[in-house]
Structure formats: C-alpha cells, structure tokens
T-cell receptor, first 114, second 113 residues
Framework: DAGVIQSPRHEVTEMGQEVTLRCKPISGHNSLFWYRQTMMRGLELLIYFNNNVPIDDSGMPEDRFSAKMPNASFSTLKIQPSEPRDSAVYFC????????????FGPGTRLTVT | AQSVTQLDSQVPVFEEAPVELRCNYSSSVSVYLFWYVQYPNQGLQLLLKYLSGSTLVESINGFEAEFNKSQTSFHLRKPSVHISDTAEYFCAVRTGGGFKTIFGAGTRLFVKA
C-alpha cells in the first residue's frame, strides 16, 4: 500500500494567493482528517470526513479555509486568500472506522506564505 | 469531554539510559489509547495502541506502555534508548463510538551520546 499521499510536499506562495492542498487516503479507509502543525500551536484538527461527508469543521480557523471530499479517494484543503499566519505543515490522515481507529498520516505539505 | 495531557514538553536523556514519557487522559467512557511518533520532517506514525485486554502493550522497537485505568494514565517507557529514538512523541485517545482522536501536545525526546 502506498500510504496516504499528499501533494505538493512544499508550497511557497505570496499573501493573497489561493492555495490548494491535496490528499489521497489509503484505499478502503472511510475517514479522513486534515491537521495543521505549528511550533506555537502544535497539532490542530481542522476538519474530518466520514464516508465523504464532513462531520466536524469546528477546527477550521476562518472562512478563508474550505475542504472538500468529492469521492472516497480524494480530498482538498483550500485557503483563499492566504496569509502569512497560515504558514504551517498541513497533514492529511485516514482511518477505517470498522477497525481499530488508528490514523495513518501522510508526509505533510509545508506551506510558506510570504 | 476528552482531553490528553503530556506532562513533559521536552525530555533529554543519555543514550542507553531508561526513559518514561508521561501521559494522562480524561474521559467518562471507555477509550482506545495510542502513542504516535514523529521523526523530523515526517508525518506521525503509530507506535503502539491499547484497545482492550492486557494493560501492557509493546512496540516492535522496544517501547512499552501501560494502561492504568485508576490513574487514567498511559505512560510510555523504554529501558534503553538509542540516538535514533530522538523524535516527538504524541499520546492520543479515542472513544469507542467517536470518529475523532484527541492528541496531546507532544513530548520531544532528545537522546544524547
């Protein structure tokens, strides 16, 4: 299994630009999670989906952030417009709710907004 | 509501010394407990988990953790650490009926030669 795939691995953009992060979960997993990690705030859960449906988006910091999961094998996290304080590492993770619930993390996307 | 407290933000230790990373949780229902490890510039990886049964669980690389229900703790231990164990360790809890996992703030383990 290829594991959770995220792209791009690194993204550098200017303030005000739109940023789209992508995630392909492990085949057969039916829950997907987006996290943000910074030195100051640690690991924060932004949003999670179960069976492609958003269950809890209370961690999304502002309306500038949006996430979609159009099918079981793909999800996006979009920031529009981006700001320097959005600079962080964004992780996608997936799990299978019929199993033991451990999450499998992707390698992350390091976002730098200048 | 569930919460996870990792009592130490950083733990420096010499190579071949024992180490304990502490974790306490709060939950009013039965839980699944996890330790994840994050090496530099990588995502989190599952290290070990407690679901039910024996309260002592082990990983393949020599770590172990013990579930203590009365103290609501799940401390991680290793009798002899290696330089390669340098990483950040996250304790996490999930209730049986929930989708979400609550992560602690993490403990940075520094193993010195």
């Amino acid at each position: 299994d290829a594991g959770v795939i995220q792209s791009p691995r690194h993204e550098v953009t200017e303030m005000g630009q739109e940023v789209t992060l992508r995630c392909k979960p492990i085949s057969g997993h039916n829950s997907l999670f987006w996290y943000r990690q910074t030195m100051m705030r640690g690991l924060e859960l932004l949003i999670y989906f179960n069976n492609n449906v958003p269950i809890d988006d209370s961690g999304m910091p502002e309306d500038r952030f949006s996430a979609k999961m159009p099918n079981a094998s793909f999800s996006t996290l979009k920031i529009q417009p981006s700001e320097p304080r959005d600079s962080a590492v964004y992780f996608c993770a997936s799990s299978f709710t019929g199993g033991f619930y451990e999450q499998y993390f992707g390698p992350g996307t390091r976002l730098t907004v200048t | 509501a569930q919460s996870v407290t990792q009592l130490d933000s950083q733990v420096p230790v010499f190579e071949e010394a024992p180490v304990e990373l502490r974790c306490n949780y709060s939950s009013s229902v039965s839980v699944y407990l996890f330790w994840y490890v994050q090496y530099p510039n990588q995502g989190l990886q599952l290290l070990l988990k407690y679901l039910s049964g024996s309260t002592l669980v082990e990983s393949i690389n020599g770590f172990e953790a013990e579930f203590n229900k009365s103290q609501t703790s799940f401390h991680l231990r290793k009798p002899s650490v290696h330089i390669s164990d340098t990483a950040e360790y996250f304790c996490a809890v999930r209730t049986g009926g929930g989708f979400k996992t609550i992560f602690g703030a993490g403990t940075r383990l520094f193993v010195k030669a």
